[in-house]
Structures are given as C-alpha cells and as structure tokens.
C-alpha cells in the first residue's frame, strides 16, 4: 500500500488510541541506544518504538551486501555503556549481535513494535500531545498513538531504496543491475565481470569482498576518495586484555585513546590538510608499489575530511587491486551499452554485472508528515537548535549523528539532553516546549544546515534546500564536532529563553 493509500485508510478507521510518554521511531542503533537510557534514567517513563522494519538494527539490518562492515571502530560507534569485545571493525551480523545483547539485558524488546510504518505526526496545542499515524505493514492495519514527546531515530536515509542515478542506455544493458541497499539473494558472481559505480566505503567493502569469487572487479569512480588503512586490531586493548583488564575498562579506557587520537587527525587535517593527504596517499602508494598510478586513482580533489574517510581494515580493497583481482577505473559515464559502459573516454568496460555503489536518497524525518496545529511543516522553514529541536516544531528531538567521529557518540549526547529537558519540564509542571529565536537572534542570518566548505557528501549537497536552516551562533548550528558537543551539551541552559515554555 502507498502512503497516500494508507493514510486514506487509516482515517476511515476507528479504533482505540493508546498513550505514551515518549515516542520513539526507529530501532536502529540510535533508538535502542535511547530506550536504554531512558530506561536507566527516567525510569517509570511509559514509551514505545515503532520501527517499519521486522527487526531492530536498522542501517546494519537492511544492507545485506557481501563483506557488509562498519567503517568506523566499534569501541565508539558501539555504546558507551556496554562494553566492544571484538575487533575494532564490526560486521553487519556481530553489530545486531551486540544490539540484540542490549536489548535482551535491558528488557527492551517489550517495548519496540516491529512491523509499524509512521506515516503522519500530528501536534495540537490544545492537547500538548502528538498523534501518530501508523499503518502495520503486515496487515496495512491501522494504528493510531498519541503520545506527549516525540524522540526521533529515524536515521537520515530511506531504507526501502538506494539512490541510482538515470544514465542514458540503461535498458539497453544485457546483464543484471544491483544496488547495494537492496542486494538481491540470487545474484550469481562466479566467473563474472563486475563493474561497481562508486567509490566510497560501500564500494571499499563490498570490492575486497567478491573480488576472489568474481572473474574481475572494476570500481570505476569519476574521482578519487580517501581511505586509511590499517590492522583491524587496537594494540592497546590487546595488552589491557594480556593483563586481564575488566572489558569495562578497557572499553572506556579505547574509547578515550581512540577519540583523543581521532581529535588530533582532525585537527591536522584542518592545520595541514597537504601534510594529511601526503600521508594517506602515501599508505596506499605502499601497497600498490611505485609503479601504480595513485595520482589518478587515488589522489581526491577535495581537501582530507571535507567527507567521510572510510578506514580499509588490513587494506584489503588495495590488497585486491595489487592482486590484479580488482581494478580501479577513473573515468566518466558516457551511457550504459548492451555488454556494459561506454567511457567518456571512449573506452567501453565490459560487463555483466553492475553495482551501482552510488549512495542514498535522504529521507528527511522519516519521510513521515508532520502536522502542527493543522499545519503543514516545512523543515526547511525551521532553525535547527543545536541539531537537535527545531523552531516551530514542539516536544520533539531528533538524532543525527556524527560524520566524522562515530554516529553513536551524539546519540548518547543527545540522550543525556533529551532526559535532561524531560526531566526539567516535569519540574516545571510544564507539558509544551519548543525551541524560538530570542529578541537577539532575529536579524540573525540564516544559512545552510551545514557549511559546504566544511562537509559536503553528494546526499545532502542534493537535498540541502529541503533541511533546517542554520544560524550563525552555536545555539542555531548543527556542529559536527563531537569534540565542542560534549561539553557544550550537559552545559545548556534549559531556562535560556531559545526553550519557551508552557
Ligand atoms: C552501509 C553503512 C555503513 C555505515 N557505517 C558506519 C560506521 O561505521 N560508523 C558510523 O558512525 N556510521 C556509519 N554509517 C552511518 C549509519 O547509518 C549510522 O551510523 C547508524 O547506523 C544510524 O543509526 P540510526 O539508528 O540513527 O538510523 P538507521 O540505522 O537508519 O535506523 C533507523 C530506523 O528507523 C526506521 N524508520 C525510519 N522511518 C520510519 C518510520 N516512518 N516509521 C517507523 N520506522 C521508521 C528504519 O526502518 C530504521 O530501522 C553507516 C551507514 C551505512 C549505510
């Protein structure tokens, strides 16, 4: 059923509404993570997560490709309270693992409702309340929840498909097209020639991964990204696990060693972004030997953490390369031919099977449509508070986690703020707020939601106009950087008049 369909059906409907406290959509690893602590910390809190999906995990659940990993260590981007026994770089199937121990530990399962697609959020002022509109996407029953705050974990992308761009010629090509957001079960990759469009982390986990099985894997780009490289290991937890350190400690102990060291890169590659790119062209100009063309394939026009790096574990993308079992082709979509792509260049790569490694549609709030007081919202008529509430835009928190540090390490800041808000509203005797611009931040300007200059990946660059409007003081900016975040959140003043009350 389409969501239009859906909604017509579930306002023909009648039946019960259940209550809430708190509402939280999503059970990703930013949902599971916010149940927990609202559990923990403002316990008697009645709650319910409502997730499309059939299962929690989110991000780790929908993408199914070979070789599916995290990028970035699991020491961070796993809680902070329950401690990462593995290697730093975490499949697919050991991170639902590790989010199934939360849930299981926590008796969270009893409070997420699977099989529940969110289609439309109402806010009344008369009630302070939201009514949720949801439709089970078993049945297409409807269901329909009123609940007093609405804590969104919805992530930032669609789960039900990828973003593929319309090359001319598609429908002239002979074999098969596979995006690797929906990876088909009966794909057949022995023997084949492969081309993945794309070069990001996707494409650097998925390549290593089919390349023995795979007559030949091409990752054709139209330019170069950066990559790290390293031992999929941490040394330092290593020894602390020889001396028989609690995993709680070394956990915390990782962590701080890992962000101190993450703050460092940053910090170079802002002071000395050629120094940076020398030296991360350089790891990869040591596998590939002096005869390899790293300036052209592996050399990124833009400055070091203008995007996401993604870290190669045991540079096994460049280990596949060497082995001549993959290969990299820097060059420009022409159009999609019978046996495979025409080049600008004019060469023609052959085919049979092409992965279209190229990224995300954003799906911004859920793709769910907000109401408030019988008005449509317009995110892109908001002001983001701190990336977290908006103006206009009552009882509601949203989680967008970090791109250059571990998503997860803002899930528990904003958590922390969200208990906290909940927390001072009930001793207020207050059941309504929402962030406003105070008398000095009218004449404000207002900008982007994020500096191109600072971050820029082709997802949100294509959908900017559609997101919060940023302002130029820290209250009204979407930061990005942890490293400012965690002091500066446990720090804000919930009685500064930016939180109007009542
Ligand atoms: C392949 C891949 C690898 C990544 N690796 C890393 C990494 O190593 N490190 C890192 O920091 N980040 C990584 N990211 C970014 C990643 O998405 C986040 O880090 C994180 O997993 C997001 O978690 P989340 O819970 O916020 O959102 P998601 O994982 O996107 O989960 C959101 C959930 O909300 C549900 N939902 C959405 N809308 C509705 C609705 N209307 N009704 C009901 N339910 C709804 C979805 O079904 C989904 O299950 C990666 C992303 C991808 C795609």
Not at 222 to 245: D, H, K, M, W, Y
Not at 380 to 391: P, S
Request: glycine share 6%; net charge negative; proline share 5%.
């Amino acid at each position: 059923m389409n969501v239009e369909a859906a909604r017509k059906t579930f306002a023909s409907a009648v039946q019960a509404t259940e209550h809430f406290d708190v509402l939280i959509v999503g059970a990703g690893i930013s949902g599971i993570g916010s149940a927990y602590h609202l559990t923990k910390q403002l316990p008697g809190t009645s709650f319910v997560i409502l997730e499309t999906q059939e299962t929690f995990g989110g991000t780790w659940w929908t993408h199914k490709y070979p070789g599916i990993r995290s990028d970035s260590d699991l020491h961070t981007f796993g809680y902070s309270f329950k401690p990462w026994v593995g290697p730093p770089i975490a499949t697919a199937a050991e991170i639902l693992s590790y989010m199934g121990e939360v849930i299981e530990e926590n008796d969270l399962a009893k409070h997420i409702r699977y099989k529940h697609r969110i289609l439309k959020a109402n806010w009344s002022s008369k009630t302070n309340l939201w009514t949720i509109e949801a439709e089970r996407t078993d049945s297409g029953e409807p269901v329909k929840i009123t609940a007093n705050f609405l804590w969104m974990c919805q992530g930032y992308y669609r789960h039900s498909e990828g973003f593929t761009p319309e090359w001319e010629g598609m429908a002239d090509f002979e074999g098969r097209i596979a995006h690797p957001q929906a990876w088909p079960d009966d794909i057949e990759l022995d023997g084949k020639q492969v081309v993945v469009i794309g070069s990001g982390a996707t494409a650097a986990t998925l390549i290593p991964n089919i390349a023995d099985t795979c007559a030949h894997v091409t990752m054709l780009q139209r330019s170069p990204t950066f990559f790290r490289l390293g031992r999929n290991a941490i040394e330092l937890a290593e020894e602390l696990r020889r001396l028989q350190v609690k995993e709680e400690w070394i956990h915390e102990i990782v962590r701080r060693k890992i962000l101190f060291e993450q703050d460092a890169f940053t910090r170079r590659c802002l002071a000395e972004p050629e120094q940076v790119k020398k030296e991360l062209i350089g790891q990869i100009a040591a596998v590939l030997g002096p005869d390899y063309d790293v300036g052209t394939h592996f050399t990124p026009r833009y400055r070091p953490w203008r995007q996401r790096i993604a870290f190669v574990p045991d540079a096994d993308l460049f280990h596949s390369v060497k082995d001549g079992k993959a290969s990299v082709v820097t060059d420009e979509i022409e159009r999609f031919v019978e046996n495979g792509i025409l080049l600008k260049s004019g060469r023609t790569l052959p085919a049979d099977i092409i992965v279209t490694a190229t990224g995300f549609n954003l799906s911004i709030l859920g793709d769910i449509a907000f109401v408030i007081d019988g008005e449509p919202l317009d995110f892109a008529d908001t002001v983001t508070y701190r990336g977290m509430m908006f103006t206009g835009i009552p009882n509601m928190a949203w989680v967008f986690g970090y791109f250059r540090a571990s998503w997860t390490l803002r899930t528990d800041l904003v958590a922390e703020f969200v208990i906290r808000l909940l927390s001072h509203m009930k001793k207020k005797g207050v059941r309504k707020v929402m962030p406003a611009l105070r008398p000095e931040d009218h004449n404000m300007p207002l900008l982007s939601w994020i500096d191109p200059e600072n971050f820029n990946p082709n997802y949100l660059m294509r959908d900017m106009h559609r997101l919060p409007r940023r302002g130029d003081k820290p209250e009204w900016q979407h930061s990005q950087d942890y490293w400012a975040e965690k002091d500066q959140f446990p720090a804000i003043d919930l009685d500064d008049k930016a939180f109007v009350y009542s």
